[in-house]
């Protein structure tokens, strides 16, 4: 019902990110023609990698981008202390409070182009691939939302973290990218600081039959467990720093 309200709105919004995924593949295709390999990835690896990031992107942004944005509002206007008020888990409430249904369309365009990549490629997952990819992605998920969770209890001190925030969500961009292309500090830190480089590539190389070691699957799911202990740590931390917007 909120997003029927402007349905010219809702629709443009579902556009411009089929847009802005039409121009990720584009920029794919212009690399691709110059060269047939990136660090063990082909073009249609690589594809198959812009559309499990995209379905990643678009699925945290359905449930979890708008609520955490709005967190830092919450404290600043006051209306985090009737949340507190209400007999549920404040985290809970205020990380599922909406969700965005446009971006679902997102999440389905970035299914359909890695359906088309598999064609190309003749993959055929198997049926343990094809659960195992969507376990890791949903850890990958769960990884984006306790970081961006995290920074966003920094409004509790600053009362408007968002430019933090979206600052994190602008690194999505690396997801989209294949680990094998970077080297060095760059890898170190998109892989072991903020584990952006791990999110979309490991589920899609057991998609693909990529994986180097099954360790990179047990290091996905750790740096889930990290980063979710972090994240509860902090907010906890936060909560104890809250006075309240009338105090």
Request: proline share 2%; aromatic share 14%.
């Amino acid at each position: 019902m909120r997003d029927m309200q402007f349905k010219l709105n809702f629709l443009l919004w579902i556009v411009v990110e089929f847009m802005w995924f039409g121009l990720q593949l584009a920029f794919v295709a212009v690399i691709y023609s110059h060269t047939d390999i990136i660090a063990t990835w082909s073009k249609w690896e690589v594809v198959l990698l812009t559309g499990a990031s995209q379905f990643i992107q678009q699925t945290f942004h359905a449930v979890f981008l708008n609520n955490i944005v709005g967190l830092s509002e919450h404290v600043r206007t006051g209306r985090l202390d009737f949340m507190l008020l209400l007999p549920v888990n404040s985290r809970f409430l205020i990380s599922l409070r909406t969700v965005d249904l446009g971006s679902f369309a997102g999440a389905l365009g970035g299914l359909a182009v890695m359906a088309y990549a598999c064609y190309q490629m003749t993959l055929v997952p198997t049926l343990t691939q094809t659960v195992g990819f969507f376990v890791l992605c949903l850890v990958g998920i769960f990884i984006h939302y306790s970081l961006m969770f995290a920074l966003a209890s920094i409004s509790f001190l600053s009362v408007k973290a968002q430019g933090i925030v979206w600052g994190y969500y602008n690194l999505f961009n690396i997801a989209r990218l294949p680990d094998g292309a970077f080297r060095g500090a760059f890898r170190a830190v998109f892989t072991f600081g903020i584990p952006m480089l791990l999110v979309s590539n490991v589920p899609v190389k057991l998609l693909a039959s990529k994986l180097s070691s099954p360790w990179e699957i047990v290091w996905l799911i750790g740096m889930a467990g990290v980063c979710g202990l972090i994240s509860e740590l902090g907010w906890r931390w936060a909560m104890t720093r809250y006075t309240s917007a009338s105090s």
